[in-house]
């Protein structure tokens, strides 16, 4: 199944945050999943002008720990540090990811509930197809879950 080209499957909710650096990217992404059968809460930032990332990791990484939402997406210049300041929740699996194929075994092994997006190096086509897979692919399971209750300290 070619993920980036179906609608999601997911029909829950998801928060999207970013920081200055990933705005336009997150406000491009949000019109995407407009379109979709999903609630979107969109936890900021609401400009271009400077921000910190780690208030909008937080935001988001809370809204994902505490099962308010299914998934995350978070945007900043790199993803690197969203993802840093989200897997300090516990119960959150962000992943950075550059490439549709990332973002698909971020789901299917790796269960990951937030994506982290990189706007200064993805463009918006590929941000689409990155999400698309995202939402749409399910966890695998099996040998995987093991893997995964590892993860947890």
Excluded at 4 to 29: I, R
Aim: aromatic fraction near 6%; charge should be negative.
């Amino acid at each position: 199944m070619d993920h980036a080209d179906s609608q999601p499957a997911l029909t829950e909710a998801v928060a999207l945050g970013a920081d200055h650096a990933g705005y336009h990217l997150k406000e491009h992404l949000k019109d995407i999943l407009q379109g979709f059968n999903l609630r979107i809460s969109d936890l900021g930032t609401d400009s271009p002008d400077a921000s910190d990332y780690p208030e909008y990791a937080h935001a988001v990484a809370r809204e994902v720990a505490q099962g308010r939402v299914a998934r995350g997406v978070l945007v900043c210049g790199t993803g690197i540090g969203m993802a840093m300041a989200a897997n300090r929740h516990r119960g959150v699996r962000a992943a950075v990811c550059y490439s549709e194929e990332q973002a698909t075994y971020s789901r299917s092994h790796n269960n990951a509930n937030v994506l982290c997006l990189a706007a200064r190096m993805t463009d918006t086509e590929t941000a689409e197809k990155i999400l698309k897979s995202f939402l749409n692919t399910p966890f695998d399971g099996g040998r995987h879950e093991r893997r995964i209750a590892q993860l947890e300290l």
